[in-house]
């Protein structure tokens, strides 16, 4: 069976053009985590949920290493670990919020 030739071109062109299209998005990515990073640390997860923000800093580190290294299965895992460190952010600055909800719930029960 014989193919065309401008196939190959083609779907190379394609895999290019989507490639490229991915290191923006990461990058955005990477730094909604750092936002969300600098959220959960002004909510004090680095004292009331320290292992929660250690977490979200490891993989926000990790992103920000495969993003410079900017091959395509660098950017994926980018990608991941971005997501990863901003969920978890997230969480760290639940938790720190509980946390001092139950404090002061806690000093109030006692002052009563």
């Known amino acids: 069976?014989?193919?065309?030739?401008?196939?190959?071109?083609?779907?190379?062109?394609?895999?290019?053009?989507?490639?490229?299209?991915?290191?923006?998005?990461?990058?955005?990515r990477v730094e909604d985590a750092r936002v969300a990073l600098e959220a959960a640390r002004a909510a004090g997860a680095p004292t009331r949920a320290a292992e929660g923000f250690q977490a979200a800093e490891?993989?926000?580190?990790?992103?920000?290493?495969?993003?410079?290294?900017?091959?395509?299965?660098?950017?994926?895992?980018?990608?991941?670990?971005?997501?990863?460190?901003?969920?978890?952010?997230?969480?760290?600055?639940?938790t720190a919020k509980l946390s001092t909800d139950l404090e002061k719930a806690a000093a109030s029960a006692q002052a009563a």
């Not at 030739?5 to 923006?24: E, N």
């Open 1 to 28: 069976m014989h193919r065309p030739w401008f196939l190959v071109p083609g779907v190379a062109m394609l895999v290019a053009l989507s490639l490229a299209a991915c290191g923006p998005r990461v990058a955005r």
């Open 58 to 94: 490891r993989a926000l580190k990790e992103s920000e290493a495969l993003l410079a290294a900017g091959d395509s299965s660098s950017l994926l895992e980018a990608d991941f670990h971005a997501a990863v460190a901003a969920a978890t952010a997230h969480s760290a600055v639940t």
